[in-house]
């Protein structure tokens, strides 16, 4: 042996409340797939935009949108499982959580100008993906702040001098 020992980090890693993200992450899910549905009676009912199905199948539509409301709370899901491995493997989880929600909402607003849609439509269900994206990174991320618990590091005590004889 050499006596070396490599350094360690003093901060030990922080636990999190499992139960209290989880949660939030459940309620994310619900207010993403009202963002949803909210978003598609908006524009079927209001503006005629043929939102993920022809406007021929009425203002609630077809089980699209049934498909969106979910996909958009299984997002959110998602988004708290990442945030609870983040927060458990990373040294900065939140920022990269951040990274990784601006990305895949970009990516969310893109996938409808790959469809063969209208214009409107497509803008309008940019628009909803958007909103959808920030409601789930803003809610889980602030459940995520409240749900780590920090980890109190009681420091080395100090060696006392020796009296002077």
Known sequence: MTGYDPPTDPRPSPTVNAGRL???????????????????????????????????????????????ALGAALAALAATGLIHVLIVTTPRPMRFFGWVM?????????????????????????GINFLIGVAIGSLVAGTAKTAIVPVAVHPAPRPYPRPYR
Do not use: K
């Open 22 to 68: 989880w949660a939030g992450g459940a309620a994310t899910a619900a207010v993403a797939a009202l963002i949803a549905i909210a978003g598609v009676l908006l524009g079927r009912g209001l503006f005629n935009v043929d939102v993920l199905a022809p406007q021929g199948q009425g203002t609630w539509g077809d089980a699209s949108t049934g498909w969106y």
């Open 102 to 126: 601006a990305l895949a909402t970009v990516v969310a607003m893109l996938a409808p100008f790959v469809t063969d849609e209208s214009l409107g439509s497509r803008i309008f269900t940019a």
